[in-house]
C-alpha cells in the first residue's frame, strides 16, 4: 500500500496491490470506515469541513476488482479555503512561509533534511490526515479479510489518566457497539470519564494520547514464520502500529505485563479434544508464537503520544531569525486516540491480508479460499 497527498491539497490517493480478482467491495462499507476515522470526542473544526469518501479511480469494476493495483481517491473539501497556498502549480502571489517548527513534529528535522524554508513543506505530509488514505486502503484489505472469515476491530483502552475497565475475554460480538461510545471505549463509565478528561485538558489548552487495541477475530494459525526476522509477523504488526502518526509504544498480548510474571503465568498451556482438537484456555501471547498465527485472536495495542500542536504553544526558534519563539498554532485536534484506533485496523487489515496472499497465493478469490480450505483439512486434528 501506498499513499499521497498533502493535509490541505487537493486530496489523498491510496494504491493497494496484490489483490485478488473477483472480490466484491462495498462502497457503504467503506465509507462507514472512512466516517468511523472522522468521530470521537476531542476532534476539532476540520472534521465539521471533511465528509471523507473513499472513491476508486482504478482496479475495480462494477464493484469487483480486477486484480490490478487498487486506486482510491479522498477529496480533501477543506483545499477550497486553500488553493492559494497549496495549489500544485504556481500561483501569482505566493503565500508566506512558516517558520516556527513545533516540538514532537517532523517540522525541525524535516526542513533540515530535505532543505526547505517552509515547515508547511514538511508538515502537510507529515499530518495525520494521511490516514485517510490508509482507511480506504484498509477498508479494501478488510473486505478481503472478510471474505477469508476474519474480522478486525478496534477499541480504546485509556485516555490520558483514564483507564476502561474492559474484559480480556471480548468476543466479536462485543464490538457491535465500540462506535456508540464517542471515544469508542466498552467501557461505559470508562467512556464518561474520557469525555470528560478531554473536555477538562481541551480547556486548560492541552491535548492528551492514551491506547487502543486492535483485535482480528477467525485467524488460521500459521500466518507469518519462524524462519526469518523479516517474515516474523510481529516486525510487521510492530511496524504497521508503528507507522501511525503520534504512536510511541506497541504491544503484543499481554505486552509490557509480561516482564514481571513468573514464566508458568506468562504462557498459554496447549490442550487438545476430539471436538475442538487443539485449543488454549488463556491468550497471553495475543495470538501470535514465534512469529506466526497461532489460530487465536490476534490482539495488539497501540500508545499515543498527546498530539503535539498546541492551542498553548511550547517554546521553540524562529528558524528564519534562530530567535527565541512560539511554535506554530494550528487548527487541531485535541484527542484522537478513537480515530487511531480506526486507523490501527487499517493497518492490521493490510499485514494480514498481505499475509494471507503469501501464505494462499491466488489471483482470483476463489483459488484463495480453495487453498484455505485445503490448509485448514491438512491441519484439521480433531479427531487424530
Ligand atoms: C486530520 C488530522 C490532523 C488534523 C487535520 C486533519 O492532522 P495533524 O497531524 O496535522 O494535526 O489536525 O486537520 C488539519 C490539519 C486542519 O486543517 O484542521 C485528519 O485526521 O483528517
Redesign the pocket.
Known amino acids: 500500500m501506498i499513499t499521497a497527498g498533502e493535509?490541505?491539497g487537493p486530496g489523498l490517493t491510496c494504491v493497494i496491490e496484490g489483490l485478488p480478482a473477483g472480490m466484491v467491495l462495498d462502497r457503504e462499507a467503506i465509507n462507514r470506515d472512512m466516517a468511523r476515522?472522522?468521530l470521537g470526542h476531542g476532534r476539532?473544526?476540520?472534521?465539521k469541513?471533511?465528509s471523507?469518501t473513499a472513491e476508486p479511480t482504478g482496479g475495480v469494476r462494477h464493484g469487483r476488482t480486477l486484480g490490478g493495483p487498487v486506486a482510491l481517491w479522498v477529496a480533501n473539501r477543506?483545499y477550497a479555503n486553500w488553493e492559494e497556498r497549496m495549489n500544485p502549480w504556481p500561483v501569482d502571489s505566493p503565500p508566506e512561509e512558516v517558520h516556527l517548527p513545533r516540538p514532537g513534529?517532523a517540522d525541525l528535522a524535516g526542513v533540515q533534511k530535505y532543505g526547505f524554508t517552509d515547515v508547511r513543506n514538511v508538515?502537510?505530509r507529515?499530518?495525520?490526515?494521511e490516514?485517510?488514505a490508509r482507511v480506504a486502503g484498509g477498508a479494501v484489505c478488510k473486505a478481503f479479510l472478510r471474505a477469508l472469515g476474519v474480522e478486525v476491530v478496534s477499541h480504546v483502552l485509556a485516555i490520558g489518566t483514564v483507564t476502561a475497565a474492559v474484559r480480556r475475554s471480548l468476543e466479536l460480538a462485543d464490538f457491535a457497539v465500540v462506535d456508540d461510545s464517542p471515544v469508542r471505549c466498552l467501557d461505559a463509565e470508562g467512556s464518561r470519564a474520557m469525555v470528560a478528561h478531554i473536555d477538562a485538558q481541551r480547556k486548560a489548552n492541552e491535548s492528551l494520547g492514551g491506547i487502543f487495541e486492535v483485535r482480528a477475530y477467525g485467524l488460521v494459525p500459521g500466518l507469518g514464520s519462524h524462519v526469518s526476522f523479516e517474515e516474523r509477523l510481529d516486525t510487521r504488526l510492530a511496524a504497521a502500529i508503528c507507522s501511525i502518526?503520534?504512536i510511541k509504544g506497541f504491544e503484543l498480548g499481554d505486552g509490557f505485563a509480561l516482564t514481571s510474571r513468573p514464566g508458568s503465568q506468562a504462557h498459554d498451556e496447549i490442550f487438545h479434544s476430539a471436538e475442538r482438537g487443539f485449543y488454549r484456555e488463556t491468550n497471553h501471547a495475543g495470538g501470535v508464537e514465534g512469529g506466526m498465527t497461532n489460530g487465536q485472536t490476534l490482539i495488539v495495542r497501540g500508545a499515543m503520544k498527546p498530539?503535539p500542536?498546541l492551542t498553548k504553544p511550547l517554546r521553540s526558534v524562529d528558524i528564519a531569525t534562530l530567535e527565541p519563539a512560539e511554535a506554530l498554532r494550528?487548527?487541531?485536534?485535541s484527542c484522537?486516540v478513537p480515530?487511531a484506533g480506526v486507523v490501527g485496523e487499517a493497518m492490521i487489515a493490510y499485514v494480514l491480508a498481505g499475509a494471507y496472499r503469501e501464505k494462499f497465493g491466488g489471483d482470483q478469490l476463489a483459488d484463495v479460499l480453495a487453498a484455505l480450505a485445503a490448509y485448514r483439512a491438512r491441519i484439521d486434528w480433531r479427531s487424530s
Open positions: 493535509s490541505h476515522r472522522q476539532g473544526g476540520r472534521m469541513i471533511e471523507d477543506d513534529h508538515l502537510e507529515a499530518s495525520a490526515r490516514t485517510a502518526q503520534a498530539l500542536t494550528e487548527r487541531t485536534d484522537t480515530a
